[in-house]
């Protein structure tokens, strides 16, 4: 029952920042993980950041330092703050949410473009 949508994509200067959110609605958003995948043309898809219900976090190795994931429960929505991006960030990002009990809930994705 829960939907999520993003929203936040956009072009962006390499060394810029982007923040995502994704939106939650239609069942308990704070008992879930939650998390970000990314996917460029012609590559895997690649799992970049997770968020525990207790708000721990972990981060592929390629944005560390440079993203953070956090999340809301009260606006149920969590977030993706992207600093220092560059090219290679480039992808259609999507958001997840995964209920305990019930399939994991993806949002439609929101295109991130890093280009000068």
């Known amino acids: 029952q829960v939907q999520l949508v993003e929203s936040g994509g956009g072009l962006v200067q390499p060394g810029g920042s982007l923040r995502l959110s994704c939106a939650a609605s239609?069942?308990?958003?704070?008992?879930?993980?939650m998390g970000w995948y990314r996917q460029a043309p012609g590559k895997q898809r690649e799992l970049v950041a997770t968020?525990?219900?207790?708000?721990?976090?972990n981060y592929a190795d390629s944005v560390k330092g440079r993203f953070t994931i956090s999340r809301d429960n009260a606006k149920n929505t969590v977030y993706l703050q992207m600093n220092n991006l560059k090219p290679e960030d480039t992808a259609v990002y999507r958001c997840?949410?995964?209920?305990?009990?019930?399939?994991?809930?993806w949002g439609q994705g929101t295109q991130v473009t890093v280009s000068s």
């Open positions: 997840y949410a995964d209920p305990p009990d019930s399939d994991r809930i």
């Open positions: 968020i525990t219900s207790r708000s721990s976090t």
């Open positions: 239609g069942s308990i958003f704070s008992g879930y993980a």
